[in-house]
C-alpha cells in the first residue's frame, strides 16, 4: 500500500494525477489496510524499510466502508495496535459510511454493534485530535454492492462520498 502511494506519487505528473489528493478506501475487511495507511506512514520502522520519506506515503485521505454484518473482533475496539490508538493531529481525514445488513441473528447484531464501535471510535479519535471526519449510517441493505437490493441507499451513499470529496482542501 505505502509503495503504492508513492509510486502513485512519482509519476502523478506523467500520469495527469494530482499527487495532494491520492485517497485510500476500504472496505468491509479491507479496512483495516486502509487505516493502517493513514495512521502508519510516519512510523520509523516502515520508513526504515521503505527507504521513503514519510510525505511520500500519507494518503491525502481515507474512506471507510462497512457493512454491519461483517466479522470483527470485540478486542479489536480497544487494543493499544488498534488504528484509533494511532490517530494523531497528522492523521488524513475520513469519510466513514456504515450500512445495516439487517440481520435479526444475535450473532450478527453483535457484529454489528462491534462494527459500529470500531468506525465510530475511529472517527471520534479523528475529531479528537482536530481531524475532520464524516461518519454516515444508511439504512438496510445487502452486504456488497453487487448483491444491493436497495440500489438507491447505494446511489445516496455514493454521493455522499463524492460530494465529500469535492472540497479543494481535502
Request: hydrophobic share 40%; net charge negative; aromatic share 8%.
Amino acid at each position: 500500500g505505502f509503495s503504492a502511494i508513492a509510486w502513485i506519487r512519482g509519476h502523478a505528473k506523467e500520469w495527469n494525477v494530482d499527487a495532494e489528493r491520492i485517497v485510500v478506501c476500504g472496505f468491509s475487511e479491507s479496512i483495516p489496510l486502509a487505516e493502517g495507511l493513514m495512521t502508519l506512514w510516519k512510523d520509523a520502522l516502515l520508513l526504515e524499510k521503505v527507504g521513503y520519506a514519510p510525505q511520500h506515503l500519507r494518503p491525502d485521505a481515507g474512506i471507510l466502508i462497512r457493512f454491519f454484518n461483517s466479522q470483527s473482533s470485540p478486542e479489536e475496539v480497544t487494543t493499544p495496535n488498534s488504528a484509533a490508538q494511532r490517530v494523531d493531529c497528522d492523521t488524513p481525514p475520513a469519510f466513514i459510511w456504515c450500512q445495516s445488513a439487517g440481520s435479526t441473528s444475535s450473532e450478527n447484531r453483535l457484529a454489528g454493534k462491534i462494527n459500529f464501535d470500531l468506525l465510530t471510535t475511529f472517527a471520534t479519535a479523528l475529531l479528537q485530535n482536530g481531524r475532520p471526519a464524516e461518519l454516515h449510517i444508511f439504512g438496510e441493505n445487502t452486504h456488497g454492492y453487487s448483491l444491493a437490493v436497495d440500489r438507491s441507499t447505494l446511489q445516496k451513499s455514493e454521493r455522499s462520498t463524492c460530494e465529500w470529496l469535492e472540497p479543494a482542501e481535502r
